[in-house]
């Protein structure tokens, strides 16, 4: 006899209601345990156990997010909340109600269902109920994953969900449905609070779908800010770090440091209280990763671990994390218990006492390192400067410059300004020091050969920046960018801090890079500047 998952009458009647089952013999599985998911998600194509206990599963076609593919529905209650353009595009209610429809439809189709029910937000105060609704084990692990796991009484009392998830990735949109452009649609609806998931079974989606909520409700409800960060804090003196970035800057390899307690890796709110992870969980890339350069997140790969298009050897099970033939976006999701450091529960009472903006410069020009000034922080928060790196998104083969505002734009709901405002007037409450740290290329740029900061000299700087040594050092100034870089740091050679003597070519062909990089910054601030203070204005690189 098939073991079946206890789910409450209540709960099950709900999604056979919504879906329109009737008594179809369907297997729907609510929170089931990572085992049983284990055994449903061998019957789907290409998974299998590693050597090491984790599942590997794939994700078809797309191995990374369809931000061309993100819509946010038209409606009166968040019409005019919803920063309208290329991050969120407009999705008519008729296509709305045609693709829930198209996903019910898939959905009802199925032998087996999963229901994850499970929190978004650590902090009591201010977290919301999720349901997901999916068809593949894969997609419900990872959602049990990454999100916080509710307790057997919170689960038996869980009610209704304040958002819910319709994933019916393996089905394509209509691209005859009015406003589709492909067979791949993520639609959002705030009145309803509800999402429907077409044409991707990439299952980042569905983590970065909630982001956006979180994004809309935290800020327009509670007044709380919602942040694209990392954050830990130290054992000892309990202070707080937040780390901006967009993926593959160093978010996760960062924040899990041995010698401070993790508090997340990914999605963070900033409230009255303090800091509070969004998630339960973390989504590490695993291109290049080994024991010896991030050991907490290379022993996290374990039995419960989901790893997304990895290549791995067909006898041994063994993963061969250099190899990148099918995405340079592989990754794993784990529970953000598996990292030994991790704070549970995920929020600190604390506010944060240093910022760190993080970016991964492809073109060589910015320091490892530098001091920002208040106003500083404003333009490289609102700026976001990063380069995207291959594999994080659909079409990204190779490092390119890119402007994300707030270090987090495809997620964004509101207009930046009303994040960086946000963010300014806590660091100003807080008293916080902010930091510029470069996790990219040096040298030379990453066309003309130059390499990445070694991880090992990124972390000496981060703990000159904890012991407060930093913040004391003896800084010179970095022409144009105006960016007060430090003169030595312990552990990190001196040539290295300072990009204008440590360039190939010398010091006349990075300053030719510097104006290219700095006209760059320019023009993208341009569509801030009617609502940005002369101050910050003047903040970015001197032309």
């Known amino acids: 006899m098939p073991v079946r998952n206890k789910i409450p009458i209540s709960a099950q009647e709900s999604i056979r209601a919504e879906l329109s089952l009737g008594e179809e013999v369907v297997t729907i599985r609510r929170n089931a345990p990572a085992a049983l998911l284990y055994e449903d998600a061998l019957h789907e194509s290409r998974t299998t156990i590693a050597s090491s206990g984790a599942l590997i599963a794939f994700s078809g076609n797309k191995t990374g997010r369809s931000p061309r593919d993100k819509r946010i529905v038209d409606e009166p209650s968040s019409r005019n909340h919803i920063w309208w353009g290329p991050v969120n595009r407009k999705c008519s209610e008729k296509t709305w109600l045609v693709n829930r429809e198209r996903a019910a439809d898939f959905l009802r189709t199925r032998d087996h269902l999963y229901i994850v029910d499970a929190y978004a937000g650590w902090d009591p105060r201010y977290r919301i109920k999720i349901r997901v609704v999916c068809a593949r084990a894969y997609h419900a692990l990872f959602m049990t994953n990454m999100l916080i796991r509710p307790t057997a009484e919170e689960l038996q009392n869980f009610g209704e969900p304040d958002f819910t998830v319709w994933n019916a990735g393996q089905f ?49 409800k509670h007044n709380v800010l919602t942040l694209h960060s990392s954050a830990n804090q130290g054992i000892q003196d309990e202070d707080v770090t937040l780390f901006f970035g967009l993926s593959g800057t160093g978010k996760t390899t960062l924040s899990a440091d041995p010698a401070r307690r993790l508090i997340g890796d990914d999605e963070h709110c900033w409230s009255d209280h303090g800091v509070f992870n969004i998630e339960g969980g973390c989504y590490a890339k695993c291109v290049g990763l080994s024991e010896a350069k991030e050991p907490e997140i290379f022993h996290a790969i374990k039995f419960g671990s989901i790893l997304e298009n990895v290549a791995y050897d067909p006898l041994t099970r063994e993963v061969d994390y250099e190899d990148c033939e099918i995405t340079e976006n592989t990754r794993c999701a784990y529970p953000i218990e598996f990292i030994p450091s991790a704070k549970i529960p995920c929020l600190a009472n604390e506010h944060p006492k240093n910022i760190v903006l993080l970016t991964c410069d492809a073109s060589g020009v910015l320091p490892p390192v530098s001091k920002l000034t208040p106003a500083q922080v404003m333009y490289h928060f609102i700026s976001g400067y990063t ?35 946000m963010l300014a007037e806590k660091m100003q409450q807080h008293s916080a020091d902010a930091w ?28 000159a920046i904890h012991d407060g040594s930093l913040a004391k050092a003896k800084y010179e100034t970095l022409t144009t960018f105006n960016l007060q870089v430090p003169c030595h740091i312990n552990n990190v050679p001196d040539q290295l801090l300072n990009p204008a003597r440590n360039w190939a070519d010398g010091e006349a062909h990075y300053q030719k890079a510097v104006r290219s990089l700095g006209k760059l910054f320019v023009t993208n601030f341009k569509k801030y500047a009617d609502q940005a203070t002369t101050e910050v204005l003047s903040a970015g690189p001197l032309m």
């Not at 705030?190 to 569905?206: N, S, W």
């Not at 410059?401 to 405002?421: E, I, N, R």
């Not at 740029?445 to 070694?454: D, E, H, I, L, N």
Request: with cysteine; net charge neutral.
């Open 172 to 220: 394509p949109a209509n691209t005859h449905t009015d406003g589709m452009t492909s067979k791949t649609t993520i639609e959002i609806n705030f009145a309803k609070m509800e999402m429907v998931i077409l044409g991707t079974e990439y299952a980042g989606e569905m983590k970065k779908g909630i982001f956006t909520v979180m994004f809309y409700l935290m800020p327009i």
């Open 387 to 421: 380069s995207k790196v291959a594999g994080t998104e659909e079409g990204v083969t190779e490092p390119e410059a890119t402007f994300s505002s707030c270090f987090g734009q495809p997620f964004l709901a509101l207009h930046p300004l009303k994040y960086a405002t």
């Open 436 to 463: 510029l740290l470069n996790t990219g290329w040096t040298g030379a740029s990453f066309v003309a050969g130059g390499k990445r900061c070694p991880l090992k000299c990124t972390r000496a700087i981060l703990d």
